[in-house]
């Protein structure tokens, strides 16, 4: 609930998901789990990111500036 932004569209599917705040899941993997960062990317990606659970998979925002060129 912590990382939770709002709601995201994705192409292609008639309702929204979830959206959440992609470091401040590692933030609190690191102070809840004790991971290091680098533990916690792992885990993230991993068992998170690369895990398709239906049409109502959440989406991970990395927040930051928008690449240029």
Not at 22 to 43: H, K, N, P, Q, W
């Amino acid at each position: 609930e912590a990382a939770f932004l709002g709601e995201a569209l994705r192409y292609g599917f008639n309702e929204p998901v979830a959206a959440y705040d992609y470091d401040r899941c590692l933030e609190i993997l690191t102070a809840r789990d004790g991971m290091s960062r680098a533990e916690a990317v792992e885990f993230l990606e991993y068992n998170v990111l690369g895990a398709w659970v239906g049409e109502q998979t959440p989406v991970f925002i990395e927040r930051g500036p928008l690449p240029t060129g």
